[in-house]
T-cell receptor, first 111, second 115 residues
Framework: GNSVTQMEGPVTLSEEAFLTINCTYT??????LFWYVQYPGEGLQLLLK?????DKGSNKGFEATYRKETTSFHLEKGSVQVSDSAVYFC??????????FGQGTRLTINP | KAGVTQTPRYLIKTRGQQVTLSCSPI?????VSWYQQTPGQGLQFLFE???????NKGNFPGRFSGRQFSNSRSEMNVSTLELGDSALYLC??????????????FGPGTRLTVT
């Protein structure tokens, strides 16, 4: 079946550091890929998406590129801020099938 | 455009009771999905409804059920509550009709505590 694997957390960085959160997936065909973010006490917010190979999703300084050859969708940001502290979820969806999430990566940014 | 709303936001129930949670999707969205989030199990998919029909179903016991109304609003019911049902229940909506409209938008969740 379809599955998503994220790097183990928690991840702790200093403000203005470079961020990478790894995400790899297993799926047949060509799924759509997503990154969601969850701030404390809130629901999930869609951060960015990519629907086909080599697409780059971007939002709020975050980027991720759909790499079919490595089945990856790593999240990156060049300079993180304290306000980026949250839990990040990588997810995939193939057609009308259910959305499949990774286990989440907790990110803490220290000033 | 208003986002996904869920009611109630917080709920405390006793073992053996039943509970109904409500979700109103974004206007125009016809798909509603439900998820259970716990610290131990992460995000687990419960079910998805599209145009009043269940389209996908997760691996939860029959105590968990749902339905969708003609206005796309959805309810989720859990009968004979167990302590392990304590969780954040998230609802998400999407247009849900083709590949470019499957992205889901989440509500704030209902925090259910079973004592």
């Amino acid at each position: 079946g379809n599955s998503v694997t994220q790097m183990e957390g928690p991840v702790t960085l200093s403000e203005e550091a470079f961020l990478t959160i790894n995400c790899t997936y297993t799926a047949t065909g060509y799924p759509s890929l997503f990154w969601y973010v969850q701030y404390p006490g809130e629901g999930l917010q869609l951060l960015l998406k990519a629907t086909k190979a080599d697409d780059k999703g971007s939002n709020k300084g975050f980027e991720a590129t759909y790499r079919k050859e490595t089945t990856s969708f790593h999240l990156e940001k060049g300079s993180v801020q304290v306000s980026d502290s949250a839990v990040y979820f990588c997810a995939l969806r193939r057609g009308a099938q259910k959305l499949v999430f990774g286990q989440g990566t907790r990110l803490t940014i220290n000033p | 455009k208003a986002g996904v709303t869920q009611t109630p936001r917080y709920l405390i129930k006793t073992r053996g009771q039943q509970v109904t949670l409500s979700c109103s999707p974004i206007s125009g969205h016809r798909s509603v999905s439900w998820y259970q989030q716990t610290p131990g199990q992460g995000l687990q998919f419960l079910f998805e409804y599209f145009s009043e029909t269940q389209r996908n179903k997760g691996n939860f016991p029959g105590r968990f059920s749902g339905r969708q109304f003609s206005n796309s609003r959805s309810e989720m019911n859990v009968s004979t509550l167990e302590l392990g049902d304590s969780a954040l229940y998230l609802c998400a909506s999407s247009l849900g009709r083709d590949r470019d409209s499957y992205e889901q938008y989440f509500g704030p969740g209902t925090r259910l505590t079973v004592t």
